[in-house]
Antibody
Framework: QVQLVESGGGVVQPGGSLRLSCAAS????????MHWVRQAPGKGLEWVAF????????YYVDSVKGRFTISRDNSKNTVYLQMNSLRVEDTAVYHC???????????????WGQGTTVTVSS | QSALTQPASVSGSPGQSITFSCTGT?????????VSWYQQHPGKAPKLMIY???KRPSGVSNRFSGSKSGNTASLTISGLRAEDEADYYC???????????FGGGTKLTVL
């Protein structure tokens, strides 16, 4: 079935790094842009990053620019989020999500993973 | 502060219709018909309910409908049911550097 499964979350000290992975199945991964969306404890949703279907363009929310890097490996049906220089305020559940538009972007996410928890704490 | 503005909470009784509002700017809702709505139950991943203002994904009940006027988008649930109690988020593509923005979310209570 169509699904996204995240992994790689954990507890890390401020200034540390983590790499999140999101494995996709059940759809033609290489045809769709992919996003990361996070949700801090008790807070709302926040879009974090997007990578085009072919990996040629990437976009980030201002608060993570220069610290996070989104990438994808279409041969492995996987999207990644490399997170460096982590801050306490990056603590959240991180979801990967598929854009609904084939070969494009609409900012509508029709498939979501269950999320992986990142806790930044000393 | 979220880029899109949503009321913090709304409530309604079973069978009623209820409308959520989402207010943006000329950089997002005012310029693009790329607004989407998500339902999130506690501890669960969000679920897409409406995209491109008024389109329903396969499997979403026709009790859910969307619209937009100017810089304000709306989600209406008709025939309110207990299982509709959840948080609802609007989202839009934006021409600003942010690329995609969410509203702060509205908690729906079914009385």
């Amino acid at each position: 079935q169509v699904q996204l499964v995240e992994s790689g979350g954990g507890v890390v000290q401020p200034g540390g790094s983590l790499r999140l992975s999101c494995a996709a199945s059940g759809f033609t991964f290489s045809s769709y842009g992919m996003h990361w969306v996070r949700q801090a404890p008790g807070k709302g949703l926040e879009w974090v990053a997007f990578v085009r279907y072919d990996g040629s363009k990437k976009y980030y929310v201002d608060s993570v620019k220069g610290r996070f890097t989104i990438s994808r490996d279409n041969s492995k049906n996987t999207v990644y989020l490399q997170m460096n220089s982590l801050r306490v305020e990056d603590t959240a559940v991180y979801h990967c999500a598929k854009d609904i538009t084939i070969f494009g972007v609409s900012g509508a996410f029709d498939i979501w993973g269950q999320g992986t928890t990142v806790t930044v704490s000393s | 502060q979220s880029a899109l503005t949503q009321p913090a909470s709304v409530s309604g009784s079973p069978g009623q219709s209820i409308t959520f509002s989402c207010t943006g700017t000329n950089s997002d809702l005012g310029s693009y018909n790329l607004v989407s709505w998500y339902q999130q139950h506690p501890g669960k991943a969000p679920k897409l309910m409406i995209y491109e203002v008024s389109k329903r994904p396969s499997g979403v009940s026709n009790r859910f409908s969307g619209s937009k006027s100017g810089n304000t988008a709306s989600l209406t649930i008709s025939g309110l049911r207990a299982e509709d109690e959840a948080d609802y988020y609007c989202c839009s593509y934006t021409s600003s550097d942010t690329f995609v923005v969410f509203g702060g979310g509205t908690k729906l209570t079914v009385l």
